[in-house]
């Protein structure tokens, strides 16, 4: 299933991506009498919901089909998702954890060693940003770089979990762009500078949930500028899995429902290109970032 967060009248709402437009969940949910009262429906209290919200969305999403259902209807909801003002599909993260260096070829075209384990930064809700958002390149900064990554979106509490078990703690994917300011990360040996200027963590369009993914270790990843093909690659290249990831954060600190984990970029990133060569982004470039099952990411820079 795909989650979509859009806002309407200030308000963050949820809906669910169809063939024949997007289900208003929350009055979806009313509506089937699933859900009591008027109470606005968060994609928390969908995550909170577990298998037996999925499942009864799910249905409504089937019958939306079925029935072409026009947005008068009394038992479902469709939007046209082009006219909605998209949201961030993880609104409100606990916690956005990055992976930095996750891809081999990423690490070998940037002459940094492979790590041997996983190296963690952090970004913070100020850098959400939504599919179509516009993203201000920040005035301290020259060097602002394009990252595609996949993005875990837990699911359940975790801590001290293993590798066998860690998938059973995912809720859903989505695509991430971890934007970076180059001269502003390598000013000092902590990254965090660089890495969580305003709106410097578009993700999205959609939440993909796990169980429509599969194998989140074996899906082709690309970003292109202005149409033109910059990264192409796969997530197979991942020196840490998915699994190892979770395990690793979890044995150090807790993973909470709705904690976001972006897994690092493969290679083609501007900082992998000699000096004479680079050309970072400008006001104007549009950044599109492309996952496999997971749709199309795209935001243009501005002043």
């Known amino acids: 299933m795909k989650l979509l967060s859009y806002i309407q009248e200030g308000v963050t709402r949820l809906g669910v991506h169809t063939e024949a437009g997007i289900l208003d969940v929350e009055h979806a949910l009313t509506a089937s009498g699933y859900l ?3 109470s606005s429906v968060t994609l928390q209290d969908v995550i909170a919901g577990g298998p037996e919200m999925l499942s009864h969305l799910k249905g409504l999403a089937r019958q939306a089909v ?3 259902t026009v947005p008068e209807s009394d038992t479902v909801v469709l939007l046209d998702e082009s006219t909605l003002q998209i949201a961030p599909c993880v609104p409100s993260p606990g916690k956005i954890i990055c992976v930095g260096l996750n891809y081999r070829k990423h690490a070998e075209e940037t002459k940094a060693p492979i790590p041997q384990t996983p190296i963690l930064f952090s970004k913070f809700n100020n850098a959400l940003a939504a599919h179509l958002e516009p993203v201000p390149l920040p005035a301290a900064s020259q060097k602002v770089d394009y990252e595609a990554e996949l993005v875990i979106v837990m699911g359940r509490t975790a ?3 293993s590798r066998e078990e860690a998938y059973k703690y995912v809720y859903g994917y989505c695509c991430g762009n971890d934007l970076s300011a180059r001269d502003l990360q390598m000013r000092t040996q902590q990254w965090l500078l660089g890495k ?3 709106k410097f ?6 939440l993909v949930t796990a169980d429509e993914v599969g194998d989140p270790n074996q899906l082709a990843i690309s970003c292109t500028v202005n149409g033109e093909l910059r990264q192409s690659s796969n997530t197979a290249d991942m020196i840490f899995k998915c699994d190892e990831i979770i395990s690793y954060i979890s044995q150090h600190f807790t993973l909470e429902p709705g904690d976001m984990i972006m897994t690092g970029t493969p290679e083609g990133v501007m900082l992998g290109y000699p000096p004479e060569q680079q050309v970072y982004l400008q006001a104007g470039d549009t950044v599109t970032v492309e996952i496999e ?3 199309r990411l795209t935001n243009t820079m501005t002043i």
């Open 159 to 161: 801590r001290n979990v």
């Open 36 to 38: 009591k009262g008027t």
């Open 66 to 68: 079925r029935e072409l």
């Open 293 to 295: 099952k997971l749709g």
């Open 196 to 198: 969580t200027c305003d």
């Open 201 to 206: 963590a578009p993700v999205g369009p959609y």
